[in-house]
């Protein structure tokens, strides 16, 4: 497979569950009651939505 995988991440504090990542990318992101989170098995996923939804959160809360 080759390459690093970088783990998909949601930083709980600055999250404020706009719900922007979840539309970006339904495939690895959903809400959970007021926050986002990454949807379980999906934390190393290199779908691109993901670069799209971190790049979309307006608190930068996502790290890729």
């Known amino acids: 497979q080759g390459?690093?995988?970088k783990?998909?991440?949601i930083d709980k504090k600055l999250c404020i569950g706009c719900g922007l990542?979840?539309?970006v990318c339904e495939?690895?992101?959903e809400m959970k009651?007021?926050?986002a989170v990454v949807k379980k098995g999906k934390e190393k996923s290199k779908i691109p939505c993901v670069k799209?939804?971190?790049e979309s959160c307006?608190?930068?809360a996502?790290?890729?």
Do not use: H
């Open 3 to 5: 390459g690093e995988s």
């Open 7 to 9: 783990v998909v991440s």
């Open 21 to 23: 990542c979840s539309s």
């Open 27 to 29: 495939e690895v992101f």
């Open 33 to 35: 009651g007021d926050k």
């Open 52 to 54: 799209e939804a971190a």
């Open 58 to 60: 307006p608190v930068n």
């Open 62 to 64: 996502i790290k890729v």
